[in-house]
């Protein structure tokens, strides 16, 4: 798998006996299941997969700010951060103390593969991550075929609510949209996550995404928005599916293929 290299380009020397923090929920998830649970030490409160196991899993606080004691209590190694979720500031505090850091940013879902092939290298779990790689190109083919003759539709993608904000078109989510042929409208581009004027994006629209996360869109924000805007579709989209990367990808793919074919079944909610 050759030498284990983050995104910034650090490289790392394999540690089979690392003492991992993951202050990615997405990361934690791919820990466990690349078979490396054992070596978690830490995480944040944010992170909720596999929550049989993460009971035992001391959380040291957000993915903004983390209890720097307790990471010295832990006597982590190696922490697992990404470029979206983890500021800079805390990252450098973090190397300040010793620990590697190892920097994450994956930005389209085919970056996935690479992923797990630097966690499995790096913590001696590479016939896992390519046993995971495989399911993955697998679960994108079979997207990809689902996907084929999909009509391309513009789609606002929501994130938050009062103020509204959506995602522009250089980010994971919207990379992972345009494999079923949606391409993301709304907001500023040169603002990764901006906010966004509903009513004049909605002529420019044909579907809008209430997504679970990070606000927890539910029924009836469908509902009031059906009130005001009863002329445009509009559906719930499960957040961690079309956002996770790391192990849950592979389920996003299945779970984006299915929803493809259920979004095609509503004029309206």
């Not at 791919?30 to 993460?54: E, I, M, N």
């Not at 907001?187 to 906010?195: K, L, M, T």
């Amino acid at each position: 798998m050759g030498v284990p290299t983050d995104y910034e380009g650090t490289i790392f020397q394999p540690d089979h006996k690392a003492r991992i923090v993951s202050l990615v929920p997405s990361l934690t998830e791919l820990v466990f299941d690349l078979g490396l649970g054992s070596h978690l030490v830490g995480r944040t409160h944010y992170c909720v997969h596999p929550a049989d196991k993460l009971a035992a899993v001391p959380s040291l606080g957000g993915t903004k700010k983390i209890k720097m004691d307790r990471l010295a209590e832990v006597r982590a190694t190696h922490v697992l951060v990404n470029v979206d979720e983890n500021p800079k500031e805390l990252a450098a505090e973090i190397a300040a103390t010793g620990c590697k850091v190892v920097v994450t940013h994956p930005n389209t879902p085919q970056d996935n593969p690479d992923l797990y092939r630097l966690i499995g290298a790096l913590f001696g779990a590479e016939a896992a991550a390519a046993e995971m790689c495989d399911r993955f190109d697998q679960a994108l083919a079979d997207l990809k075929r689902a996907a084929e003759n999909a009509p391309a539709k513009r789609v606002l993608y929501l994130i938050w609510k009062d103020p509204w904000m959506t995602i522009s078109q250089d980010t994971y989510i919207a990379r992972t949209l345009d494999l079923i042929n949606w391409q993301t409208v709304g907001g500023d581009p040169a603002n990764r996550y901006p906010e966004v004027d509903m009513a004049a994006s909605l002529p420019d629209t044909d579907l809008v995404l209430f997504s679970t996360e990070p606000y927890a869109f539910t029924d009836a924000d469908l509902v009031e928005f059906q009130q005001e805007f009863s002329h445009t579709q509009a559906l719930l989209i499960d957040g961690e599916m079309t956002s996770w990367y790391g192990s849950r990808a592979i389920r996003g793919l299945a779970y984006l293929r299915d929803y493809l074919a259920k979004s095609a079944t509503y004029n309206s909610i």
